[in-house]
């Protein structure tokens, strides 16, 4: 079945640092979803794409959609102590059902 | 902004018992999605429904059964409760001709 291989699994960065992290897939994707969760919460819809190719941002955060529609990646620009959480990278199906496929999270924490 | 709402937002049941997760999506959004979701995992899709019909499955137990009704809310049944049962439980809603997908706060099911 179709998978999503995201990275880094973990990252501790000072305040201030630019961020980064991607999903990738040997499957094609028609649209990627980013979110954030934190402990105990429902995950927060952050940036949507649907075009490959497409760069998307939301304040400091920067996504873009791969060429290839197998790879997206999530830029957060001048981290700051709250963007501590889980980030997922979620992609929408192809195979002929309507379900979107999760990666399996970057944690983020930033250090004052 | 309307959100999806869960109940009850944390529950604690026997092993063998019965437990049932109401889900209210946000209005006018056609799609309602459950997952499951264990501690440090990510989301891991039940089922979906479309327009009140069944629209996908995934890894959903055969103890497990769930339906969306004319109003559009949606139930998630779980029965023959088992300890490896307790995890979040979230239910997103979203609209099929946007391709996204908004997500509740869960309910934390505890199985004893």
């Known amino acids: 079945g179709q998978q999503l291989n995201q990275s880094p699994q973990s990252m501790f960065i000072q305040e201030g640092e630019d961020v980064s992290m991607n999903c990738t897939s040997s499957s094609i994707f028609n649209t990627w979803l980013w979110y954030k969760q934190d402990p105990g919460e429902g995950p927060v819809l952050l940036i949507a794409?649907?075009?490959?190719?497409e760069l998307t941002s939301n304040g400091r955060l920067t996504a873009q959609f791969g060429i290839t529609r197998k790879d997206s990646f999530l830029n957060i620009s001048a981290s700051i102590p709250s963007d501590v959480g889980i980030y997922f990278c979620?992609?929408?199906?192809?195979?002929?059902?309507?379900?979107?496929?999760f990666g399996t999270g970057t944690r983020l924490k930033v250090l004052a | 902004a309307a959100g999806v709402i869960q109940s009850p937002r944390h529950l604690i049941k026997e092993k063998r018992e019965t437990a049932t997760l109401k889900c209210y999506p946000i209005?006018?959004?056609?799609?309602v999605y459950w997952y499951q979701q264990g501690p440090g995992q990510d989301p891991q899709f039940l089922i979906s429904?479309?327009?009140?019909?069944?629209?996908d499955k995934g890894s959903i137990p055969d103890r497990f059964s769930a339906q969306q009704f004319s109003d559009y809310h949606s139930e998630l049944n779980m029965s023959s409760l088992e300890l490896g049962d307790s995890a979040l439980y979230f239910c997103?809603?979203?609209?099929?001709?946007?391709?996204?997908?908004?997500f509740g706060p869960g309910t934390r099911l505890t199985v004893l």
């Open positions: 979620a992609g929408l199906s192809t195979s002929g059902t309507y379900k979107y496929i």
């Open positions: 997103a809603s979203g609209r099929v001709a946007y391709n996204e997908q908004f």
């Open positions: 429904f479309y327009e009140k019909m069944q629209s």
């Open positions: 794409l649907y075009k490959a190719g």
């Open positions: 209005p006018r959004h056609d799609t």
